[in-house]
């Protein structure tokens, strides 16, 4: 049964980091997209980042390109979330999605299956 848990969300000024954990279990790893996805009150749900586990390969939403870093470490089957120069705008539940691929095309929501319990973002001004 896939899980995924994500942890190191929290409270932050703005201009601070937080990083964000998302612990993979249950399925193989290597050769998956994982993404981090975000979704504030009263909006939709929307893609922050991702990666291809065999590759490495990224992509980001234009509102957190040069801010955000997605990395992994395979022997821990885990992505990471380095969010730096945090904005207000950036505060909501983060969440942490997984599906099988054979690359990452896309920060579309619809595109992954699998998802964790969401952890939250709060930056203040």
């Known amino acids: 049964q896939v899980q995924l848990v994500e942890s190191g969300g929290g409270s932050v000024q703005a201009g601070g980091s937080l990083r964000l954990s998302c612990a993979a279990f249950?399925?193989?790893?290597?050769?998956?997209?994982m993404g981090w996805f975000r979704q504030a009150p009263g909006k939709e749900r929307e893609g922050v980042a991702g990666?291809?586990?065999?590759?490495?390969?990224?992509l980001y939403a234009d509102s957190v390109k040069g801010r955000f870093t997605i990395s992994e470490d395979n022997a821990k089957n885990t992505v990471y979330l380095h969010m730096n120069s945090l904005k207000p705008e950036d505060s909501a539940m983060y969440y942490c999605a997984a599906d099988f691929c054979l690359g990452l095309r896309s920060l579309s929501p619809s595109g992954f299956s699998y998802w964790g319990q969401g952890t939250q973002v709060t930056v203040s001004s």
């Open positions: 990666i291809y586990t065999d590759g490495g390969s990224t």
């Open positions: 249950g399925y193989i790893y290597s050769g998956t997209c």
